[in-house]
């Protein structure tokens, strides 16, 4: 575990979002044990580990989905609290589940604005919920958030997401996650049933995000597109930190050892 | 090659059911066949072959589509409810029911000499209670609406028998047989049509510049035309054949108002736009967060609402209320099937309250047209399954060319 901290410093910017001794507990299932993890902004930060290492439990601590029985959340080197979504939204932590969850029925504009539709000026009398929605606005906001992340292949965003590929809408849930002032985005296996091109799509909006300064948290199985797309590369094994890799200095061979026996002492890259 | 073809077909009809006025098209084109049917071809049949003496234009006769939208309405207000909630994947079977509690209790009131406008504004409240307290078991308890519904329906007709135990009641109050008794001047009606279109020509014309000063993207000036032209053609040609007979009724004009407010409801507001989500995808919904269990149960009262409304028109239409006419009848299947022949889909997420008027305009002209021809109940019965089973086989299909890539 030491080890870990050997590998951050001089090449990476100071960390935005830390983590440090989250234990999580499912009944007698320990999921997460004294497991740390940071992100930096303008950084992707690659989570990887075996079936039930405990990504995806830390995912959904960090995005107050799950609350963990024990650990601290620092937030720009600040104590912050993450006990529900909410406080993980406020905080500007968004995640983009593996099931997109997307409104299939509804155009890209609405999806994108789901849940906060920009309303109308004058009609304040009534209740949010029964004023009229400013289409246009809603339509240039989402034009805007798709031209950011440039997905170059989406022609309109009044299409419906019924019609778009799968790389096109992972592109809009990841865009619909950075719409709202966020600054840690989390994608859970966001190329995992998507073909060759799609992928490539998929990753060229995740380096987009690095290069606005999102901190970026990205959970994969796949060992090339991690080393293509991430910055540094956190292995968990049995809820547990095995080590975070720079990943222009190590090797895919050396992280999935390391994902599926741990550290050997004697293996050569890790310190 | 042949399949490759039946696909590309079944994509052009799923894409063309996207946009908001191709949504109107495949409804349109049953009416169209429909009235073309009775209409015309059934009349120059009978010419030919020699059973009628001369050209029988009955059924497009102004009289005759008079008393088809009259017809129609009761259906076509239930329907407009019973599509709110299936737009949430939900169903409500107790709507005819509740509608006949609420006509039976406006029955009763108005003969203990509540003032009729009174007793509307009581039964109103009433539907909107009964949907409500469906809507609670579905969103809080759990239980499936097709459950709940149908436990409503028992026992909202049994509520009905309770409050009419001979079954019938006449209702002579007034003001209640005025909503379907009051036509609106000629003229007025014809100002009303080219007020309401101008207004539409108006607000799209709009919106066409407004996206033009803003930069995006324009929708196709000939598909923006065509739809003024063909509602302009619609609206003031229903408006002169009305006129040709007696006048616009206010019952229509009320039924089309009521229509107009839910179209607006649903498809231009934040609470809208959380019914269209949670049909879509309740997961989504909920992670954005939506009250989905709040937008549940204000969906049932919706339909209590229109319920109670379809109550209060047949009441007034038929001068009585009878327990056949609204819970024991064929009503409810009726408006379902209104719904659903409109386009509004069975799964959730897609349709309209403007497709279920004219859904229930099909299945009006169905019975209507069936009855002139002399066809037997039977015949009647029959036909309307199949053209049920037509409006949910495109519903399957083209959701299945979508979603199953």
Not at chain 1, 66 to 75: K, P, V
Not at chain 1, 183 to 210: F, H, N
Not at chain 2, 379 to 384: F, G, I, T, Y
């Amino acid at each position: 575990m030491e080890s870990k901290n050997d590998l951050v410093g001089h090449k990476v910017p100071p960390a935005h979002l830390i983590v440090r001794g989250i234990d999580k507990k499912f009944g007698g299932l320990q999921a997460l044990k004294d497991a740390d993890f940071e992100v930096a902004r303008g950084e992707v930060m690659a989570l990887v580990g075996d079936n039930g290492a405990g990504k995806s439990t830390l995912m959904k601590v960090l995005a107050g989905a799950y609350s963990a029985d024990a650990g601290d959340f620092f937030l720009d080197g600040k104590r912050v609290s993450i006990k529900s979504p909410n406080d993980a939204s406020a905080l500007g932590i968004q995640i983009v589940y593996q099931d997109l969850a997307l409104c299939e029925n509804l155009d890209v504009a609405a999806n994108l604005s789901l849940g906060k539709e920009p309303v109308k000026n004058g009609w304040r009398f009534l209740p949010y919920f029964l004023r009229p929605i400013d289409n246009l606005e809603m339509e240039s906001k989402a034009n805007k958030a798709i031209k950011r992340l440039q997905v170059r292949t989406l022609h309109s965003v009044r299409s419906k997401v019924s019609g778009l590929s799968g790389g096109q809408r992972q592109a809009i849930a990841i865009a619909r996650a950075v719409g709202t002032e966020s600054s840690v985005v989390m994608l859970d296996e966001p190329t995992a049933a998507l073909g060759v091109a799609q992928t490539k799509q998929v990753l060229e909006v995740v380096k987009r995000l690095r290069d606005t300064n999102h901190a970026v948290v990205y959970i994969s199985h796949n060992m090339q597109d991690i080393f293509e797309v991430s910055d540094r590369i956190t292995v968990l094994r049995h809820g547990q930190n095995v080590s975070t890799f720079i990943t222009s200095n190590t090797t895919p061979d050396e992280v999935v050892v390391a994902m599926t026996r741990g550290l050997d002492k004697n293996s050569v890259g890790s310190v | 090659m042949q399949s490759e073809k039946k696909i590309k077909f079944l994509d052009r009809l799923s894409l063309l059911r996207e946009t908001q006025f191709g949504a109107f098209l495949p409804v349109l084109f049953a009416l169209t066949a429909i009235w073309g049917y009775f209409g015309l071809i059934l009349p120059i049949h009978d010419l030919i072959s020699g059973e009628a003496e001369n050209f029988r234009a009955i059924f497009l006769s102004p009289r005759n589509i008079y008393n088809l939208f009259m017809q129609s309405a009761v259906i076509a207000a239930l329907a407009v409810g019973i599509t709110v909630v299936l737009l949430l994947g939900e169903i409500d079977l107790s709507a005819a029911a509740t509608a006949g509690v609420c006509a039976a209790l406006l029955g009763v009131l108005v003969l203990a000499g509540v003032p009729g406008f009174i007793a509307c504004l009581i039964v109103i409240f009433v539907g909107i209670i009964m949907g409500a307290a469906q809507g609670l078991l579905v969103a809080y308890v759990g239980i499936p609406s097709f459950v709940v519904t149908l436990a409503g329906l028992l026992g909202y007709q049994g509520l009905m028998q309770k409050i009419l135990p001979t079954g019938n009641l006449n209702v002579g109050d007034p003001f209640v047989r005025s909503i379907a008794r009051i036509l609106i001047p000629d003229i007025w009606g014809l100002i009303l049509a080219l007020f309401v279109f101008a207004l539409f020509l108006f607000t799209t014309l709009r919106k066409q510049f407004q996206r033009k000063s803003k930069g995006l993207e324009l929708d196709n000036n000939w598909t923006v035309w065509f739809q003024i032209l063909a509602f302009g053609l619609i609206v003031i040609s229903a408006v002169l054949t009305l006129n040709a007979y007696r006048s616009l009724p206010l019952l229509l004009v009320l039924l089309i108002a009521f229509t107009a407010f839910l179209d607006w409801i649903t498809r231009s507001t934040p609470y809208g736009r959380s019914i269209f989500a949670v049909g879509g995808n309740a997961e989504s919904a909920r992670r954005v967060g939506m009250k989905i269990k709040r937008i549940r149960v204000s969906a049932f009262a919706i339909v209590g609402l229109m319920a109670a409304i379809g109550g209060i028109f047949g009441a007034s239409r038929y001068g009585s209320v009878s327990y056949t006419a609204f819970a024991g009848g064929s009503l409810l299947l009726e408006a379902i099937g209104a719904a659903v022949i409109g386009g509004t889909s069975l799964f959730g997420g897609r349709g309209s309250v403007w497709n279920a008027i004219l859904g229930a305009l099909v299945i009006g002209s169905l019975g209507n047209g069936l009855d002139l021809s002399g066809a037997s109940a039977a015949d009647k019965l029959m036909v309307s399954g199949a053209i049920l089973l037509l409006a949910v086989a495109i519903d399957a299909l083209s959701r299945n060319s979508v979603g199953g890539r």
